[in-house]
């Protein structure tokens, strides 16, 4: 995605409330890494600034103008068609999964959905921009517990099927390791890792499913078993 220009971080922050706006901008233009390019109030004033400054990253909220109901996942979406080099961190009052399917349901490359509590931890939010500028995905955690509740025992059931080192191999994806780290990290050869992501995926039942990127669905699996007594 971005991350072949020189220089900071090219952002475009939306949201219709002033004060949620200016200090949105305030606080990732302190940051060296980042440089808000534009300020967008609704739907179309960010399809508008993309469109004019081509930003690397949208910074988004969930609900605004005109409908004041999924706009931010509107965006995502459709950048994902006409500029998909542009990565999206949509920020939202709401913990509701189904706004986090909906994000990554085109793929979650270059996607990240936070609350906005996270807003207030400044480096968790930084840390968001930065990723999906890489083309990486980042999901509150918060939401995957919501997700994983509606999905009820099924990904447990899934998750006991992994053998130990399906789990290593697994618990190391999930924190947004490469083939290459996980590999370091287990004393194993690459071509090791490879096998057991796909032993995983097909214990998981996520092969064949070209819609949803295999290891953020991987992840939420492995965190919703961490997430059961």
């Known amino acids: 995605m971005g991350g072949v220009r020189a220089g900071p971080v090219r952002l475009v922050v939306a949201e219709d409330s002033f004060l949620v706006r200016e200090s949105l901008a ?11 390019v534009g300020l967008a109030v609704d739907y179309e004033s960010a399809i508008a600034l993309v469109q004019q400054q081509r930003p690397d990253v949208l910074v988004t909220d969930v609900r605004m103008p005109p409908t004041g109901t999924d706009e931010g996942i509107r965006l995502a979406c459709q950048l994902r068609v006409s500029h998909p080099d542009i990565g999206v961190v949509v920020l939202s009052q709401y913990d509701d999964p189904a706004y986090a399917v909906a994000l990554v349901s085109g793929g979650s490359r270059g996607r990240a959905y936070l609350l906005k509590d996270r807003v207030a931890e400044l480096d968790q939010l930084v840390d968001a921009v930065v990723a999906v500028n890489n083309g990486e995905s980042v999901l509150d955690p918060e939401v995957i517990d919501g997700l994983m509740a509606r999905q009820g025992g099924a990904a447990q059931d899934r998750m006991e099927r992994l053998t130990p080192r399906e789990r290593q191999v697994l618990a190391a994806l999930a924190t947004g390791a490469s083939n290459r780290t996980v590999a370091a990290q287990l004393v194993l050869s690459q071509r090791a890792v490879e096998k057991h992501i796909n032993a995983i995926f097909a214990k998981l039942g996520l092969t064949g499913d070209t819609n949803v990127d295999q290891r953020v669905k991987a992840t939420l699996m492995f965190l919703s078993g961490h997430s059961s007594p």
């Open 26 to 36: 305030r606080l990732l233009s302190a940051d060296g890494r980042l440089a808000v």
